[in-house]
């Protein structure tokens, strides 16, 4: 997938939200897999970042940059924009992963980084799950720091509340869930039918 700019995508989220109506779902709480913070939440004054070196990247229904939702650890790793591995060990359990699933490492160049997991795959399924890095927005223009106000404009969720796991439509095979606090603090593509959690 070719990066694209700030403009591209303000454009694409006017016409977008011009035209969805699939991202109506009114579910708050979400699958399953869930990913906790290594370093502080995101604040207010953190916004997707773009410089003409490191453009922003969409995170749309499919996945992001080269990488897809389904791809096995052999192709996300031919990519070079991630490195990825599941469990098959006793090690891998002692880490909080059952035998068949593990994580998602961006190459930060690629994808940027984030200080979370950065996403779950697993042997029989591929990629399960994609989370947010400052580089990333969604085709509706949500990213990391976003307000609580754009994401209820955004996605049409005006009982959308502080503290809130939204979980929308992205595809028939796919959602995001977006978590609220004061701002936005997580966003991730998933599968709808997760199997894999830390």
Sequence with gaps: MRPVTFAAVLAMAIATSACESHSTSTATGGPGATRTPATPQASPSSTASATVSNPLLVLGPEGVGPLRLGMTVREVKATGAAS???SSSAAGIEEGWVP????????????????????IVSARLGIEQLNATTRMVTPQGIHLGSSLDEVRKAFRRPGARDGDQVVLKASKDSVYVIQVEHVVTDISLQRRRVTCQP
């Design 100 to 119: 068949g699933c593990g994580p998602i490492f961006y190459n930060a160049r690629v994808l940027g980084s984030s200080g979370y997991l950065n996403g």
């Design 84 to 86: 990825a591995s599941v």
